[in-house]
């Protein structure tokens, strides 16, 4: 626990302007980010009395090692950079809302030639227009199926938009008439895309105009007697009057608004936002949070605000947000969002009338929401905390392991040796911490020296970016070398008094691609950015038994690391193993710790499995081309093309070569010696009937140093028996 006296600025360092403010904490890691009308007013109120201070605050300023600030000259500008660093360092001190699930919206995409109407999840994407977001993916198909008689937009996946086209026959929406089936021409892109403009304008909320033009078609067709033309617009109408009953009119002004309520406690806070256009609510969602800093009503709606509004601009920031508090100020936060939109957008309390009687509406939901997930949670994190406790005792730690890493190693038969690491922090899983190996170190099917070689590389790396932090006094020898610009130890060695196994590869250059041990961004930047291997863990565990529990102690101790655990889980009987004990940890079968356990274990076992198979299947798929400099997917394909396979393009000369459109000379005489160089494959064998298979359908062959599996290796079940 750090003394907040320690570094507190001298008086006068601090200015007395608007800022943004960064607490960090003894591994350089931003844990809380705040603004201020005033930096030096707002910062005194950190460097009190710690018995004057909210609990929070109190364990903040105590965990923080650190303090800096950023000057601005606008409040508006404060809050655009603290929502800024909010978002990309993720600093735990902070309130972040969360959601309880991925919400779903009926998107448009009205960026393709024949727009597309579907459901849609996550991050928005430019050119999309979307309308929600709505509680159930079921009420957007329904909604859509109500709306396809009057819109007939297309609905169907690029693949069969594709199929269609190619047989000139549309799909079953094409023959019932809820579907205009542009992919056989019946409309134009440009018919096409204005249907599906008016299909936005009616979600948009704009619908008295085509009920009124329906209404008087309808009435057209009757006075000419085409009494069949009349019964269908009839039934349009019906459509899109049933439609619109889905969505209540709360709202008789056909106002646009974003209604935001608040429910809170000691603890937690739960927002509930309902999204009204033209009068009618057109989605829902809700928002948890801990209240992890002390915090006024008017502050959770201003985070509010920043996650609803951060990502948006135009159309999607409304003219009236209503709230239950306002922030404090409310000038800066009305600025902002009024330059989100482009134009005047108004903040306020309702106080009387239809508005007031929603917001109350808002808020009751708000309440059943945080009612609702502290009953999920309670349940949840007791579960948890005992998980723990447990594992704790039957290991005999000295605390709770709040971040626990779980290694396991994943091969086929000796090839695409690759390892998994899974982090599990507060017993839940933290996949932005997931990392990937390649084994590099030596070759074949080593489950011990990989086990070795993947903590070596990871805990290495730690400590340099320790010794890097400058946590180390200099001149201090801690038995770790530091890591050049390249990302390896200065002659592949370790420090005085630490030996490394035979055969073991000391460099750090084994990760895979989205791995690269390398000294990029994550590992330069000194601003608090998540790092790759920057914080340790309380305890590793490995997939395996005993010897892979002692591969992974001896790589700690050859690193001179002595305060974390290790374990193993032998999947055999479930049996926990710890370094330097002859005999097993046997938990309760019923015991939460062990279920803990085997869930961690099994997550590293999928992660590290699905990486194996993806790193397969991009092998088999690989050609010698892959390995010519400058040659890109286009000309390769054309290369293939012209010769119909890569065994004919190896026995053709470079003249033959030159004859591709886009083969220059001196990419000609590249591609002949690449494809000297490498090896053929052998003929691989049908195993059912003895026939040797030859490449002429021009099937991409393996080099030497990507050995393909053989057709030979076996059922694909037994392939899969085969996978470790």
């Known amino acids: 626990m750090a003394d907040p006296s320690s570094y507190r600025p001298r008086p006068g360092e601090i200015p007395d302007s608007p800022g943004v403010y960064r607490f960090r904490d003894e591994h350089r890691r931003v844990i809380y980010v705040g603004k201020a009308k005033s930096l030096r007013q707002r910062l005194a109120n950190y460097f009190q009395d710690l018995a004057n201070l909210h609990p929070r605050t109190r364990t903040m300023v105590t965990t923080a090692a650190s303090v800096e600030w950023t000057v601005v000259s606008t409040e508006v ?20 809302y969360r959601d309880d699930k991925s919400y779903p919206y009926l998107a448009v995409t009205m960026n393709e030639e024949f727009p597309r109407v579907q459901v ?135 106002t646009d608004a974003d209604l935001i309520a608040v429910a809170e406690d000691e603890l937690e806070a739960a927002v509930q936002i309902f999204h009204v256009r033209g009068g009618r609510v057109r989605g829902q969602r809700g928002w948890v949070t801990d209240k992890v800093e002390e915090i006024t009503t008017g502050a959770l709606v201003e985070h509010a605000l920043q996650q609803l509004y951060g990502e948006e601009s135009g159309d999607a920031v409304p003219k009236e947000v209503l709230v239950p508090a306002l922030p404090d100020p409310v000038e800066p936060v009305q600025q902002w969002l009024t330059d989100r939109r482009g134009s005047g957008v108004s903040l306020r309390i309702p106080q009387r009338g239809d508005k007031k009687a929603l917001m109350e509406t808002v808020q009751r939901n708000a309440q059943q929401a945080l009612v609702l997930h502290k009953t999920k949670r309670a349940s949840d994190l007791t579960t948890r905390s005992r998980a723990l406790e447990e594992i704790s005792d039957a290991l005999d730690l000295d605390s709770a392991p709040l971040r626990i890493e779980c290694y396991d190693i994943s091969h086929l038969q000796g090839d695409d040796v690759v390892a998994s690491m899974v982090v599990f922090e507060d017993g839940l899983a933290r996949k932005s911490e997931y990392r990937r190996f390649q084994i590099k170190g030596f070759r074949g099917q080593d489950d011990v020296r990989s086990m070795h070689e993947v903590i070596t590389r990871r805990f290495r790396r730690y400590l ?12 201090e020898d801690d038995g770790v070398t530091t890591a050049n610009t390249d990302g390896e130890t200065p002659g592949h060695g370790t420090a005085p008094g630490h030996g490394t196994a035979p055969g073991h590869d000391t460099t750090p250059s084994g990760a895979a691609d989205d791995l690269a041990l390398t000294d990029g961004p994550a590992l330069k930047d000194d601003d608090g950015r998540p790092k790759r291997f920057a914080y340790p863990p309380q305890l590793v565990v490995v997939d395996g038994g005993q010897p892979q529990v002692a591969a992974a102690q001896r790589a700690l101790d050859e690193l001179g690391i002595d305060d974390i655990a290790v374990c193993g889980l032998a999947k055999r009987l479930e049996e926990v193993w710890l370094p330097r004990e002859d005999d097993p940890v046997v938990l309760p079968r019923t015991s939460e710790g062990l279920y803990l356990l085997q869930r961690v274990r099994d997550e590293a076992h999928r992660f590290a499995i699905t990486y194996q198979r993806t790193k397969r299947a991009k092998r088999f798929r690989s050609s010698p081309l892959d390995e010519v400099p400058g040659l890109g997917e286009t000309r390769k394909q054309a290369l293939i093309k012209h010769f119909g396979s890569v065994k004919k393009l190896r026995s053709a000369t470079i003249d033959q070569i030159c004859e591709v459109p886009g083969i220059g000379r001196k990419t000609a005489e590249t591609v002949a010696v690449a494809l000297a160089r490498a090896t053929p494959a052998a003929p691989a064998v049908n195993t059912a009937t003895g026939e040797i298979m030859d490449d002429e359908d021009g099937a991409p062959e393996t080099t030497a140093d990507a050995p393909g599996e053989p057709v030979s290796a076996g059922t694909p079940d037994e392939r899969r028996g085969q996978e470790r």
Not at 77 to 95: C, G, H, M, T
Not at 138 to 166: E, H, Q
Not at 464 to 475: M, N
């Open 464 to 475: 340099a970016e320790k010794e890097r932090t400058g946590e180390w006094a200099d001149g």
């Open 120 to 254: 849609m999840r996550g991050h928005k994407k430019k050119g999309v227009r979307y309308f929600g977001p709505y509680g159930h993916a079921w009420a957007i198909r329904d909604t859509v199926d109500l709306l396809l008689r009057v819109f007939p937009v297309r609905t169907c996946s690029a693949g069969v938009f594709k199929n269609a086209a190619r047989t000139g026959r549309p799909c079953l929406l094409g023959y019932i008439g809820k579907c205009s089936a542009p992919c056989v021409e019946r409309i134009s892109a440009e018919d096409h895309q204005e249907l599906a403009e008016e299909f936005c304008d009616f979600m948009a909320g704009r619908t008295g105009t085509y009920l009124r033009r329906l209404e008087r078609k309808m009435g057209e067709a009757a006075e000419d007697m085409e009494y069949e033309r009349a019964a269908r617009l009839r039934d349009d109408i019906g459509a899109l009057k049933k439609a619109m009953e889905k969505s209540a009119v709360v709202l008789a002004d056909a």
């Open 77 to 96: 500008e404060a809050l655009q950079l603290e929502y800024s660093w909010i978002k990309e360092y993720d600093p735990r001190f902070n309130v972040k």
